[in-house]
T-cell receptor, first 116, second 112 residues
């Protein structure tokens, strides 16, 4: 299994809603990532978990809350989002932790989020 | 000036043509990634290079560290190759392997 699975594929939410994005991989990877991608722009790193611990938070607003319940799962909890948060949210994983600097990334298909 | 620049921004080709996408960067790097993104979002990692040349099927990636330049070649292009191709680098100053600097991407369209 060489897949990173993200659910849901599409999500529409209001600014007062609470929702969660889910990401799962069964490749035994120990590093997992959340990226945000606006249309026709490259991905922007949001968070990195290494060995189930949050290692990087790229100054992301607190309305985005990541969680790594175990080594296979990564969640992104969303609360009180703004319309400008509408974007494609991509999850990725890599085999080893941050000390391994030149690893291939495996990406999920993303969740297309629309905030109304 | 961006640290990673790709050219061309858009490329249209006929099926069967040989395609080259270029990536230039202005900083010292430890690795360069070529990524492919199809409409609908999913990103596939095609190559990771730190030197030389790699080949996978019809795809070839080369890097010249001294010239700070990489190319992605597609031989015998096919409409299914239509996608955005993204170059991303890890700078040698980065303490984390997960921080990549991305180019703006090249939109490739291959017509039948």
């Amino acid at each position: 299994d060489t897949e990173v699975t993200q659910t849901p594929k599409h999500l529409v939410m209001g600014m007062t809603n609470k929702k969660s994005l889910k990401c799962e991989q069964h490749m035994g990877h120990r590093a997992m990532y959340w990226y945000k991608q606006k249309a026709k722009k490259p991905p922007e790193l949001m968070f990195v978990y290494s060995y189930e611990k949050l290692s990087i938070n790229e100054s992301v607003p607190s309305r985005f809350s990541p969680e790594c319940p175990n080594s296979s799962l990564l969640n992104l909890h969303l609360h009180a989002l703004q319309p400008e948060d509408s974007a494609l949210y991509l999850c990725a994983s890599s085999q080893l932790g941050l000390e391994e600097t030149n690893e291939k990334l495996f990406f999920g298909s993303g969740t297309q989020l629309s905030v109304l | 000036k961006n640290e990673v620049e790709q050219s061309p921004q858009n490329l249209t080709a006929q099926e069967g043509e040989f395609i080259t996408i270029n990536c230039s960067y202005s900083v010292g790097i430890s690795a360069l990634h070529w990524l492919q993104q199809h409409p609908g979002g999913g990103i596939v990692s095609l190559f990771m290079l730190s030197s030389g040349k790699k080949k996978h099927g019809r795809l070839i990636a080369t890097i010249n560290i001294q010239e700070k330049h990489s190319s992605l070649h597609i031989t015998a292009s096919h409409p299914r190759d239509s996608a955005v191709y993204i170059c991303a680098v890890r700078g040698i100053w980065e303490t984390s392997g997960s921080r990549l600097t991305f180019g703006e991407g090249t939109q490739l369209t291959v017509n039948p």
